[in-house]
């Protein structure tokens, strides 16, 4: 057998093996995109607007956004400076609070409802800084949603929203 | 057989492994040194295609299984959310519903194969019966897993099938009522056939394991029928027989991707694209068509007991084909009268399959019960008597011989296209004698055929402005407008479209539900509440539209039903509702139209509720095309055309890109395939 027949045997066979896998890979893809949230599910997704003025000062209500938990605290003046008066150096997760609230809007506080541990939802109005306390393994938030005690790693996360207007916020 | 040899490790870990779980060597020994006889034609290579069509069944069902909801009130929706929403979820259920049929047609051409060459007589009896038990075990996983998409064919099949085990006497009653967990086909139903559906195809895998194991031991049968003799009747099994497989199943998944991509619902019937009404059959039910032969038998009997019990008989039988065949003999090749017999039988079981697709009347009565008694003659009197009286043609010395000898196979043409006949047969017969619609010109129909975006907005138009007074769209949402493939509307526009109606909203702090203006993400509000209201208000209750062309066809008869498989034409739902939508007429002279019905020549039965909804100027259109009935009622087809396939661009065009690289990947691995074989052809 001579060289180049050899060589054109041995591009054939890598030729067709190639092409084989990339058949094969390219069939995976339907298989993991399928496991992607689907259109409805991404639709669903979509902003949603909630109305401030029947919330009471001292309230703090729950509402859903892409399945997730968001409280809204219409806090009052006393957590407002309880929050404000705190030396952020001295926190886990630095943070002031004028970075989690929108400017001029200090009394709502809006955040992901979900623990920074392992994703409980922790109760407000609970633990030693009358913020949030969460049940599963005993982290401890403040009023401006701040870890200060218990193994969660970061403050709560704050979604994307904005002001509508002085009473309606877009959550998304 | 000479010892081949064996697996040896080469390094440490395999080396250690070895010793413990052997399993490279058992690899080893069955899938590469294994020696496969060397004259083995293509009509081998289906059990290794089986094979992968079992892997495929499995992954794309898994993978459904993520997806769908099996519940009487969710089924058929989720089937269809599958459908539009989720990625590639069109392209899963097309690759399973049409994966069914690829796995029953490679079935039962292994099963032919496996009777043209005598490959069930000794030592082969145990390998044989493994084979009726998956064909056992594919039926009726198959018939559960057509059950769940909760269509109108769906309800009644599992209607029908569990009703067959009633003919049983005494226990039938209390059998039936045991299967269904309920009084009628309802929601446990459901629930158990889906549990089942999944359960079933890893029987089939823990059976399959055995028949291949039993397949190791006694070795492959061979077209001359003779076993090996000698080193040179066998080659190992990789890379001969491995690239060979290789090569035919990707044949093999050509055809399987036309179906996938061209012609998905060829082989399915409109009626299951109704959900499942329990209180209307379907004026002609038929199983799915690799089912049909076994259909015609049942009905071929007039008599409850007797019908189920010659069905259940004329699969039974074939476990004990190694015992009624008496020939010594294996091969066709070498019984002349046995050839001529066999193709008597295939040709009776086509002809079973061709008569079970059509109505249980008259002549087709008939003519099944002639190629029933046919059918079982075959098994009880021909093979008998013929292994007694026929007299054999002289074997080969050995399969180097046979090879050395003859040419490679030629009859394998013959038999493709009867079978390609058979898979044409599935289309069901015309319903009562309504006209013909006349087969329009779609942009959309075809391998490459495309909506037309001012078309299906105009269409839009028409639907809003007429149909949907009294029709919902239940399964379109306002962002589908927009999305890639359909009517072209930009997402602003979706939006608007969907500010414009009023969806009911989340319930107030009072607890009341107002409602809201409607968002991208909602569904098409329905126009009356419920089936009652609707009644009231319409005098019936006027279907969804959602998938309505794909709910509605007709009957095009021999031979364009088989050519509209080459061509890719499936636009029959359109053409009859174009055709519906402009068909109405005076009732001929003599009949009279029942109160508060109507005159239609395309309608089944033709006296339908709903007045002609279209006419000249009905309404204006934006662009210059004129309003004429004719074009409103194209117009808004295409448009619910778009509805019910929304993915269909997308299909195609994915469609040509399977298609050109399975036609380069076979067209490699046929010259690999000669390279490979080239050193062992010559001696």
């Not at chain 2, 032919?112 to 075990?137: C, D, H």
């Not at chain 2, 077209?223 to 080193?231: F, L, V, Y």
């Amino acid at each position: 057998m001579s060289s180049t027949e050899h060589t054109r045997r041995d591009f054939l066979y890598i030729a067709t093996a190639s092409m084989g896998a990339v058949g094969a890979a390219a069939a995976l893809v339907p298989l993991v995109a399928q496991m992607n949230p689907d259109a409805s599910t991404i639709a669903a997704g979509a902003p949603i607007e909630v109305d401030l003025s029947p919330i009471a000062e001292g309230q703090v209500i729950k509402v859903f956004w892409r399945g997730k938990p968001i409280f809204i605290n219409h806090r009052t003046k006393k957590q407002i400076e309880e929050a404000q008066n705190v030396n952020v150096a001295t926190l886990p997760d630095p943070q002031p609070d004028s970075a989690r609230v929108k400017p001029k809007r200090d009394q709502w506080q809006v955040l992901i409802g979900i623990c920074t541990h392992l994703g409980c939802i922790p109760i407000a109005h609970q633990g030693p800084f009358n913020g949030y306390f969460c049940p599963c393994h005993g982290s401890v938030y403040d009023t401006s949603g701040r870890i200060r005690s218990g193994p969660a790693p970061t403050n709560l996360l704050l979604p994307p929203y904005e002001f509508v207007s002085d009473t309606r916020i877009r959550i998304g | 057989m000479s010892g081949h040899p064996t697996y040896q490790p080469q390094n440490a870990f395999m080396k250690w492994m070895e010793a413990r779980l052997p399993i490279a060597g058992l690899i080893y020994s069955s899938f590469v040194v294994y020696p496969t006889p060397r004259n083995l034609n293509y009509w081998w290579t289906f059990g290794g295609i089986l094979t992968f069509m079992l892997a495929v069944q499995l992954v794309t069902g898994i993978v459904l299984a993520m997806h769908y909801t099996p519940h009487v009130d969710h089924a058929f929706n989720s089937v269809e959310h599958i459908m539009r929403d989720v990625n590639y979820g069109w392209l899963l259920r097309y690759v399973h519903a049409n994966g069914a049929s690829m796995f029953f047609l490679a079935a039962y051409i292994h099963m032919f194969r496996g009777m043209y060459y005598g490959s069930y007589k000794e030592p082969r009896e145990v390998l044989w019966i493994l084979g009726v038990i998956l064909l056992l075990l594919m039926i009726m996983t198959g018939f559960m897993g057509y059950v769940l998409p909760w269509g109108q064919m769906s309800f009644w099949a599992a209607t029908v099938i569990t009703n067959l085990f009633s003919a049983i006497p005494i226990f039938g009653d209390p059998i039936v009522t045991w299967l269904w967990g309920g009084y009628s086909v309802g929601n446990p139903t459901l629930n158990r056939f889906y549990s089942l559906h999944y359960l079933l195809p890893f029987v089939i895998v823990g059976v399959v394991v055995l028949h291949v194991w039993a397949l190791h031991v006694v070795g492959q049968n061979n077209p001359a029928g003779i076993e090996p003799r000698q080193e040179s009747d066998t080659v190992a099994f990789t890379p001969y027989a491995t690239i060979k497989d290789g090569f035919f199943l990707t044949v093999f998944l050509i055809l399987f991707a036309w179906f996938v991509f061209y012609v998905p619902n060829y082989l399915g019937h409109p009626d299951n694209y109704i959900p499942a009404n329990p209180a209307v059959t379907p004026t002609h039910i038929v199983p799915e068509w690799y089912y049909l032969p076994f259909y015609a038998i049942l009905r071929a009997v007039p008599n409850k007991l007797g019908g189920v019990a010659l069905l259940g008989a004329s699969i039974v039988i074939l476990a004990f084909l190694p015992w009624l065949d008496t020939s010594k003999v294996r091969s066709a090749r070498y019984r002349p009268r046995y050839r001529f017999f066999f193709w008597l039988f295939f040709a009776a079981c086509v002809g079973l399959g061709w008569l079970g697709s059509k109505p249980a009347e008259g002549v087709y009565v008939y003519a099944a019960r002639v190629l029933t008694t046919y059918y079982f003659a075959h098994f009880l009197v021909v093979l008998p008597l013929l292994g007694r009286y026929e007299r054999t043609l002289p074997l080969p010395n050995s399969i180097t011989d046979d090879v050395l000898k003859r040419g490679s196979a030629a009859a394998v043409i013959a038999f493709a296209v009867a079978l390609a006949g058979l898979v044409g047969l599935s289309s069901p017969a015309a319903a009562a004698e309504a006209d013909t619609p006349p087969k329009l010109r779609w942009s959309f129909a075809g391998p490459f055929g495309k909506f037309d975006r001012a078309q299906l907005q105009r269409g839009f138009k028409v639907y809003r402005e007429v149909c949907q007074t009294c029709h919902g769209l239940a399964l379109l949402s306002f962002r589908n407008l927009a999305q890639p493939g359909g009517p072209g509307f930009t997402t602003a526009q979706a939006q608007a479209v969907a500010g414009e109606y009023d969806v009911p909203g989340e319930p107030d702090d009072q607890g009341e539900v107002k409602e809201r203006k409607g968002r991208l993400a909602d569904r098409f509000p329905p126009p009356f509440k419920n089936d009652n209201q609707a009644r009231a208000r319409y005098n019936g209750v006027p279907p969804d539209l959602s998938v309505i062309i794909k709910a509605r066809g007709y009957e095009r008869g021999f031979p364009w039903f088989i050519l509209d498989l080459f061509t890719g034409y499936q636009e029959h739902g359109a053409d009859y509702m174009a055709a519906l939508l402009t068909g109405y007429a005076d009732p001929p002279a003599g009949t009279n139209a029942p109160p508060g019905t109507f005159y239609n020549k395309y309608f089944p039965g033709h006296f339908l509720a709903m007045p002609a909804p279209l006419s000249d100027n009905r309404i204006t259109y934006d662009d210059d095309t004129k309003p004429t009935a004719d074009q409103l009622a194209r117009d808004v087809t295409a448009f619910l055309a778009w509805a019910a396939e929304p993915h269909m661009e997308a299909r195609k065009r994915i469609g040509l890109q399977v298609m050109i690289f399975l036609i380069v990947f076979a067209g490699l691995l046929y010259f690999t395939k000669k390279k490979v074989w080239k050193s062992v052809e010559a001696h």
